[in-house]
């Protein structure tokens, strides 16, 4: 049975034509559970109803005419109850509708169970028999875990478009992500490859056969060469059989079959690209279907050819792309590099089909003020190549070839944040200070980048987190203490008399250095941060002690400590830190006179265990600076860069403002200074939020910083804490959010919570 459930599903989610697989689906089902019927309903959620797509045992004629409401018939009470439904006899359940243009009456047993999608029910899938009788458990297991298999599949396929029920050909279409960057880019879609996969193929049609046909000899002939040159260099070092594999992808590649397959499908019309995904995943598809093992594997040295023919087509294909002069880039992966490449070149927005609000990638696009939607799951992003498309960074989603109305109605959203952003530019040197005279310092978080983060024409209090990955990753060994004071003299000196919070090494996780790898089934409660360093502390002495050079002279040196889940582990660092201190006293000064100041040290509050143990944390440092990000993760057990779950991670969850709350409410009882540096302060509803609760100092990305001032100085801060208590009252995330808008349109900053930059 599993073979022949990994046989069905591998056929539908590489098939080229959705009625053709949905038809081979229900055939396959129905001679898998030798019964009578088997139909597949797919939803319609703006008309409300399932559509009879395809069956084998049902009336032909009935197909994409049969609908059925989301409430009526038995295929609706399976949407419903999104849970199988099993019956011995249909035509007797009080929810049985009759319907004769499917030709059924004859069936009375019926089972059918929903596929869902991340909640969403995507169809309903059905077998029926003359005799009435249950269909047993091994039935109802296979039907059920095929459709839970089907279900990435048919979601893969619906946000490619394959599904066009309201024959709309995707006008205005829109397509969900996660928000990574704040702000509208409307604009021509430019889609880049950075790694070539034929998974995420688009098949497509194309006029001139002959130009396709010319790319695919050519990216052949250099696929060859490459492996011909890769078997070569190997032959120094290897001697044994293991090069056997390029001799079989060249005789592949040589191979009259394999060609002229590719060929045959060229000439029916399809691009290259298309074309060799076909032939690929049918040899793909006849490998992984047989039984042994061995054969079996092979099926990955097929894909693995496939990939790299197509990076050859894909770049001869490519080649000539001119880039229009502002574009919205589009990637499976958009990394921070890429962002650096592209963003002097008329970069309008990013859209990256992996990644979280959190990546590095987001962080960046924040700092350079350009929008940014993450974690747009299941979308064949090849068909959005030079389409015009609105990217809303608010409201997370891409509108793809968007009507003229909406075009016109972002263009005033665009205009009017303008006009708002020239407003708060010039305020950015004002006090951060409510209108009855609350006070806070704003900060800037910085270490992305080589620099320009720096800059205090923003109107900083100073620098709130200095990450210093960034020098330990751009190299291929660790860097000295030499180079590394001078580093850290830089920055401190950018910012004279104003605290500078640097940061101790914090890889692990999605961080790792080239020449550290850290492998890891589950980094993010692994091996990182504070526990790499001590654990190393040849590596944090040497930082500690550069940083500690750096800061003589300048004295606005404050140290903080990454990951802290326990007191052991400050004890530990303050007695490195405390060894570094002596050290460099008795071997840099003679002189009484000369004192080599002692920084403050604190602790970054990320952990949640580490919440119960503040009392504790209190007597043995200096400052709490919360990682809202970090603890926001590890509260709601969700991984930040998983776009599966991503949309479950929200500053706003009654248990993360309740813990922030109580962090504050801590630290004033033993009067420790607090302060906050995760994206939550970024926002002007978390930042205000934040106030209430008494944090004093929130560190940011630079470009943040001007718009929080300028709600800031619009606020009161005694009916912030009126709003707090409200808030703190809230159980559900939405609730929250909702209420927060409400308010933020009663003070009078409504332009900040447009109806659309939610």
């Not at 089972?111 to 909640?119: D, E, K, M, N």
């Not at 039984?291 to 040295?301: I, M, T, W």
């Not at 009017?416 to 530019?425: I, R």
Request: with cysteine; glycine share 6%.
């Amino acid at each position: 049975m599993l073979t022949i459930l990994r046989r069905i599903v591998l056929e539908f989610s590489q098939a080229s034509e959705l009625d053709q697989a949905l038809l081979r689906l229900v055939s396959q089902v129905k001679n898998a559970l030798s019964t009578q019927c088997c139909s597949v309903y797919l939803a319609d959620h703006e008309k409300q109803h399932f559509i009879l797509m395809a069956s084998n045992g049902l009336a032909e004629n009935a197909f994409g005419r049969t609908c059925i409401g989301f409430t009526e018939g038995l295929v609706g009470l399976v949407g419903q109850r999104e849970e199988p439904i099993n019956i011995a006899n249909a035509q007797q359940h009080p929810d049985f509708i009759h319907a004769p243009e499917v030709e059924e009456e004859h069936f009375k047993a019926f089972l059918g169970t929903p596929i869902i999608h991340q909640r969403k029910v995507l169809g309903i899938l059905t077998v029926q028999q003359e005799q009435a009788r249950f269909f047993n458990e091994n039935e109802e297991a296979f039907l059920v875990t095929l459709s839970a298999q089907l279900a990435t599949a048919l979601a893969s396929v619906e946000a490619q478009g394959m599904i066009e029920l309201s024959y709309s050909q995707n006008i205005g279409k829109n397509l969900a992500g996660i928000g990574g960057s704040p702000g509208v880019a409307i604009g021509e879609m430019i889609v880049v490859h950075p790694k070539a996969d034929l998974s995420k193929i688009a098949l497509n049609k194309v006029s001139d056969s002959q130009q396709q046909l010319m790319i695919f000899d050519d990216a052949a002939s250099r696929t060859f060469a490459e492996f011909s040159q890769m078997s070569e260099k190997l032959k120094a070092i290897i001697s044994d059989n293991s090069l056997d594999i390029f001799d079989v992808y060249k005789q592949l590649l040589e191979s009259d079959n394999f060609k002229a397959e590719v060929i045959a499908k060229i000439k029916l019309a399809w691009n290259a690209q298309s074309a060799l995904k076909l032939v690929v995943d049918s040899y793909v598809m006849q490998f992984e279907s047989l039984e042994d093992e061995y054969l079996r594997e092979r099926a990955y040295d097929i894909k693995d050819l496939g990939n790299r023919l197509l990076n050859n087509i894909q770049n001869l294909a490519e080649q000539d792309q001119q880039l229009p002069e502002k574009f919205i880039l589009v990637a499976e992966d958009v990394s921070a590099a890429m962002l650096a490449e592209y963003q002097h070149l008329g970069l309008l927005g990013i859209v990256s089909i992996t990644g979280s609000n959190n990546s590095h990638t987001a962080i960046l696009a924040k700092a350079l003020n350009i929008p940014a939607i993450m974690g747009v799951d299941y979308l064949a992003i090849r068909q959005l190549h030079k389409k015009q498309a609105i990217l809303d960074g608010y409201a997370c989603q891409l509108y793809v070839t968007p009507a003229d109305a909406l075009i016109n109605e972002y263009r005033h959203i665009v205009a009017a944040e303008n006009e708002l952003y020239a407003q708060v530019k010039e305020e950015e040197h004002l006090p951060a200070s409510t209108q009855d005279g609350h006070h806070v310092s704003l900060l800037i978080n910085a270490g992305l980048s080589a620099g320009f983060e720096y800059s205090q024409n923003v109107g900083a209090d100073g620098v709130g987190l200095y990450r210093t990955e960034i020098p330990f990753m751009n190299r291929s060994c660790f860097p000295s203490e030499s180079e590394q004071t001078v580093l850290y003299q830089q920055v401190l000196a950018s910012f004279p008399n104003k605290p500078v919070t640097m940061r101790t090494l914090d890889v692990g996780g999605d961080k790792s250095l080239p020449y550290f790898p850290i492998i890891e089934a589950n980094p993010f409660l692994g091996w990182r941060g504070i526990r790499i360093t001590l654990d190393h502390p040849e590596i944090f002495l040497v930082q500690v002690r550069a940083m500690m050079k750096a800061n003589y002279g300048l004295g606005n040196l404050a140290i903080m400590l990454p990951m802290i889940s326990s007191i052991t582990e400050v004890d530990e660092a303050n007695r490195l830190i405390n060894q570094a201190y002596y050290e460099l006293t008795s071997e840099l000064f003679c002189n009484e006179n000369d004192v080599l100041e002692r920084p403050k040290v604190g602790v970054m509050i990320e952990v949640p265990g580490i919440i119960f143990q503040l009392e504790d944390l209190a007597d043995k440092v200096d400052f709490f600076s919360v990682g809202s990000n970090d603890l926001t993760q590890y509260l709601l057990a969700v991984d930040r860069n998983n776009s599966r779950v991503a949309s479950l991670y929200d500053f706003y969850h009654p248990a993360v403002l309740r813990a922030l709350h109580h962090i504050a409410q801590k630290s004033q009882h033993r009067d420790v200074p607090l302060s906050i540096c995760g994206e939550l302060a970024n926002e002007p509803t978390g930042a205000l939020l934040l106030i209430a609760m008494g944090y004093q100092n929130l560190s940011m990305s630079a470009h943040s910083l001007a718009k929080v001032k300028w709600v800031i100085r619009h606020v009161d801060y005694q009916q912030l804490k009126q709003i707090l208590v409200r808030v703190l009252s809230f159980t559900n995330t939405s609730d929250v959010h909702s209420y927060m808008h409400e308010q933020l349109v009663q003070l009078g900053l409504g332009d900040f919570v447009h109806a659309r930059l939610q």
